[in-house]
């Protein structure tokens, strides 16, 4: 099947017109510049980029949006109110809810996304007929919006870096023992369009040879490891009052820091942290949105760029599903922080939320090029936050101004999802939002 874009984004800060993509089983052959629109190609309208890539989403979380605003408080509090709905969870109103999400996702161009799933067991803890059947709920969700999925399927065995036993709330996440977990998650089916990631929740719930093991089973059968890491200071208290060592030293003592590593958030670390980070290079997925709504703080993006760590981005908390947002946040935060402007140019920024998220995921080539999965997406550039964009600056134009409104069309694996900014294969993404999140309310 050919594709013809009327502009597209080959990498570099400028745009290149007619582009024609030749697309063969889901995989993109040949990619030709400066090409007529043969008859027969479907036409792309505007510029057209690689699949915007989310690697690092609690679906669930969505049903918080707006609802934890009025009240005040910290990260800490905010989970109070996050323990809440995940103890409403069930294999259906779970399915519904993160169904309704992954198409919110898709309409705002998402192809791709890291699911970072711990409510894994019934309340109090006793597992499911089947132990998967809320990783079930989950690929079949991404399967019915037509993304594709790394479901990063979470270890959580403890309350806290020190060892303390698990709340109530937290027993539903919980297979008891790292070996628990291993026999959970190896039978967890894969899939064209679905694989599997190890996700030691943080060094507050693993405990460290616990993280061993699960570095180990990644570098044997070559699985992507993400960890939320150092997204609070009491966290890096915790760690050092337990263990003498930082979150992150912690993981590289413990093996955790390779290539195949992500760490997610990242915000509160040491400079001898950032130059672990950035000697596998471990990745670093930021989660700006949501780090900003839970005052998190801001992480260093350009200390783990300068160490050598690729960046990637996530959604997270669900806070809005915007990639561009995202995007231009790891920018901006880091202008507000220093005073200076330009410290990471916007093709730099693109390249995190496409390229380095699918690698971050396990999913290996990406973009328009001969040998890619054909995910791609096309943004409105007559929209009224992108018209008068120019070839020279299309980059620029798009991270800084863009909405997730402006995409028009989507396609995954060489199948359109999405088009003229309607999902395909879900009717009205917002009635799904609206009964899915009531349910769990
Ligand atoms: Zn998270």
Redesign the pocket.
Known sequence: MLWHCESAWLGGEESTADVLLDVQDGTIVSVTTGAACPAGASRLRGLVLPGPVNA?S?AFHRALRGRTHRTGGDFWSWRRLMYDVSARLDPDNYRALAKATFAEMSLAGITCVGE?HYVHHQRGGRPYEDPNEMGWAVTEAAAAVGIRLTLLDVCYLQADVDGSALTPEQQRFSDGSVDGWLERVTAIPRGPLVRVGAAPHSVRAVPEPDLAVIAEWTRTYSQPLHI?VSEQPAENAACLAATGRTPTQLLADAGVLTLMTTV?HATHVTAEDTALLGRAPTTVCLCPTTERDLADGVGSAVGFAAAGSPLCVGS?SQAVIDMFEELRAIELDERLVTGRRGLLAPASLLAAGTAAGATALGWGRHGLVAGARADFIAIDLDSVRLAGTQRADATGHVVYAASASDVTDVVVAGRRIVEGGEHLLVDDVGGHLARAIAAVS
């Open positions: 690092h609690h970072f939320h997610v997270d």
